[in-house]
């Protein structure tokens, strides 16, 4: 590299390293607060860590926050999304890959600008609509409007993977006498496997942070909040809202699942993702 092209890069660093900055600076200052003792978090505002970290503040928050039911909620909200998503995805980019039918064009078309339409113009009528059936503050209310939020992204991406799969592998599993239904579990989604692993962990990150629906629909009863939603309720506590140390660890240990797992697929993520913007 010369030193023209050197020169060149300060620019574009700079703009990363300052885009860093501003990201990780919350992280840092949640992170810290919530390690301060609970009489310092108001001295050395500037000064995030303490030189006496301290758990006080995550114990408070397990003692006082049913963090465990919390928990499980958000876990069975979030895998149930990402399940119903996936198994609607498969068969639908699979369709659109290798199949030939009227409207074909039109109906993909319309997949793509499912994407421009977003979640929350859908709040009041799919929550009327639950109403009606009885389905507010239980779970299946939760995750049944949830199936569309992300399907449009995922049927693209997975179509742009089966797209280059090989048509004849596909060929020689039919003359062995496999149904499309066969084809499409046994050869085709396990030759995917990191495209639909990496969809899945996006949807299931999108759906874990998901705070306004879970509030609307789920924010009725204690027994239905999701840990969005019960860190939220403990911060406009009297109880909990002057405690700003046990507020950052409630909401460390609401966002700590998801980072954990992106940083353990984060490789697979980006490399299925930059895949499926080049293919087909």
Do not use: C
């Not at 998503?85 to 499912?114: D, E, G, H, T």
């Not at 950052?248 to 699942?257: D, G, H, K, N, Y």
């Amino acid at each position: 590299m010369t030193v023209r092209d050197t020169r060149s890069l300060w620019l574009p660093r700079l703009v990363l390293g300052v885009a860093v900055l501003l990201v990780l600076t919350p992280l840092v200052f949640q992170v810290g607060i919530s390690l301060k003792p609970p009489d310092q978090v108001f001295s050395n505002v500037l000064l995030p860590l303490s030189s006496l970290p301290t758990l006080d503040s995550y114990l408070v928050v397990l003692q006082s926050v049913p963090i465990g039911q919390y928990l499980m909620n958000s876990l069975l909200f979030s895998v149930g999304v990402t399940v119903g998503q996936i198994a609607l995805a498969l068969p639908a980019a699979y369709a659109f890959s290798y199949y030939q039918f009227r409207f074909k064009n039109l109906l993909l078309a319309l997949v793509l600008i499912s994407l421009m339409v977003p979640f929350v113009v859908t709040y009041i009528p799919n929550y009327l609509l639950l109403a009606q059936f009885r389905l507010v503050n239980t779970l299946p209310g939760l995750i049944v409007p949830m199936l569309g939020v992300s399907l449009g992204f995922g049927i693209f991406l997975l179509r742009q993977h089966f797209m280059t799969f090989q048509r004849e592998i596909l060929e020689a599993s039919m003359i062995d006498g496999a149904n499309s239904w066969q084809t499409l579990t046994r050869v085709v989604a396990p030759a995917n496997v990191s495209a639909v692993t990496a969809l899945a962990v996006y949807i299931l990150i999108n759906t874990w942070n998901q705070f306004i629906w879970p509030l609307m629909v789920g924010g009725g009863r204690v027994e239905s909040y999701t840990l969005t939603v019960g860190v939220q309720m403990y911060f406009t506590n009297p109880e909990g809202g002057n405690r700003w140390g046990s507020v950052m660890a409630a909401s460390v240990l609401t966002s700590l699942p998801t980072v954990v797992m992106y940083l353990m697929m984060r490789k697979g993520i980006l490399r299925t993702f930059t895949e499926g913007a080049v293919k087909g």
